[in-house]
């Protein structure tokens, strides 16, 4: 991927114009900066291109002398705070010192208008990054132009992530830190509360809410699903290439936080030296080798812990609470060729006596890989070794779990869409496909923001204009719905229909249904648990 981070520049020269339907940034030098009471205190924003814009709003207590304990609210302020630039990230490995810390509970909003009487549909947006890094100081989750667009109030928002959020210490005797393994959880939760405590007040439906997330932000919105505590909190779930299907056991995360203990080397009966501990000794153990999955660094998740989360979140059905919510699921086509192929090119390269060897290793279930190739040779005779590779490790370990939560729902009578996304970048003359994060740029309609691999053409405006639109429906009143495109059909086990998202979007019975069938014969197990 020697060469991907330039040549999107070149594809991204475009104006603004040409993308958005923005209101006159003229217009919005002459008003002045909205001011919002919320429940703790007052906060002052500014107008950018017709948009009320706040940065870095606090919702909840500098968390560093809370570590590994469920977030507090945080203290009312007096006079007016500045919610001008974006808050602090979660501390993670290989992040810059400067802007992380622990005092990483902000929010920004972005909202055509502060009148309560507006009651527009709210979009709270859940970063990635699985469980241990990401931001939503990202440029391609910047909610401004869907604010407009959509005439809709965009929330994102940062959390405790990694160790930090999720590390299991609460079975340990005499442990002070019952809930550690879900802290990061809990600090959404505790986000999810400010909404419904302060929404309104920024033209906000506090009755419609609705939570979207791509990869691990999906998970997450998967684990919320399954939390009593966030029951009532939103009303509507979308997730982009996020599944949870089961959360970690807690003698898995038990396992876990042993190796990370002894990588700090703190004793498991002087836990009480984590408060004060260095944070850089802290992200130091982050790089221990992950005892359960047996090869990369330590994962973090959520765990079942008897006490946040009480059951699996999509096993051994889909959660009963949140059977009401419609939910949208999705995945891109070509999801591996940028989680493998970014960090190994050679699977570029690879030829047919070499394939079942390497294909073992990232499957992630047991099957034979010699007759998973034979099975995709017969599907597509066209591909080419590194086509079969990527097809099969997406359709076996990313979005498998997918197809398992679509099954669940669908069991349970439960409004749900089910869409992927086979619009692929033009970047590296279409060498990554549709590739995992590709519909981040696309939903958010920031084609041209620093990071887009989608191009700017005509045709990527028109999917993100067919994918952005149908989010914005799905937020109004829970029906996803295509501008000038196809009726988006609910998924059942009959059909199986699924929005394909291309140029132009069709809707396809059991797409890749091959595919679903062949890894449908083997157990799947979520990694991490």
Known sequence: MTDLGRRHLLASVTTLAALTLLPSAARSATQRPPVVATRHGRVRGRWLDGIAT?????????????????????????????????????????????????????????????DERA??????????????????????????????????????????????????????????????????????????????????????????VTVFGQSGGGAKIATLMAMPTAAGLFHRVATMSGQQVTASGPLNAMHRAHVFLDAIKVAPDRLDELRSMPLERLLAGLEAIDPVIGK???????????????????????????????????????????????????????????????IAHELRVDIEPRFVVEQYRRLYPAYSPSDVFFAATTAARSWRGAVIELEARAAQGAPTYAYQL???????????????????????????????????????????????????????????????????????????????FDHPPQLVDDPRGAERRLFAKVPFIQQGT
């Not at 959660?319 to 419609?326: D, K, T, V, Y």
């Not at 989608?454 to 204009?465: E, W």
């Open 422 to 500: 086979d619009f692929g970048s033009p970047v590296d003359d279409g060498r990554w496909g549709a590739f995992h994060t590709l519909d981040i740029p696309l939903v958010f309609r920031n084609l041209d923001r620093a990071g887009s691999l989608t191009g700017t053409a005509a045709s990527a405006r028109h999917v993100s204009d067919a994918m952005s639109g149908a989010f914005v429906a799905f937020a109004r009143d829970g029906v996803p719905r295509v501008p000038g495109g196809p009726a988006w059909d609910r998924y059942d086990l009959s059909r199986r229909a699924t929005l394909v």
């Open 54 to 114: 706040f940065r870095g709003i606090r919702y909840g207590a500098d968390t560093s002398s809370r570590r590994f304990m469920p977030p507090g609210p945080p203290s009312p302020w007096r006079g007016i705070a500045d919610a001008l630039e974006q808050g602090p990230t979660a501390p993670q490995a290989g992040a810059q010192a400067a802007a992380t810390s622990e005092d990483c509970l902000f929010l920004n909003v972005w909202t055509p208008g502060c």
């Open 296 to 358: 990369g660094r330590l994962y973090f998740g959520p765990v079942l812990d008897e006490r946040t989360l009480t059951r699996h979140p999509f096993y051994p059905d889909a959660p009963p609470q949140s059977a009401g919510l419609p939910m949208i699921i999705g995945n891109t086509r070509d999801e591996t060729r940028s989680l493998i192929g970014r960090g190994d090119p050679t699977v570029f390269d690879l030829g047919w006596d070499a394939l079942p060897e390497r």
């Open 119 to 208: 009651r527009r549909p709210v979009m709270v947006y859940i970063h990635g990054g699985a469980y241990s890094s990401g931001s939503c100081g990202d440029p391609l989750c910047d909610g401004a132009r869907l604010a407009a667009q959509g005439d809709v109030v965009v929330v994102t928002l940062n959390h405790r992530l990694n160790a930090l959020g999720y590390l299991s210490l609460g079975r340990f005797p005499g442990s002070a830190f019952p809930d550690s393994g879900n802290a990061g959880q809990l600090d959404l939760v505790l986000a999810l509360q400010w909404v419904r405590d302060n929404i309104a007040r920024f033209g906000g439906d506090l009755e419609r």
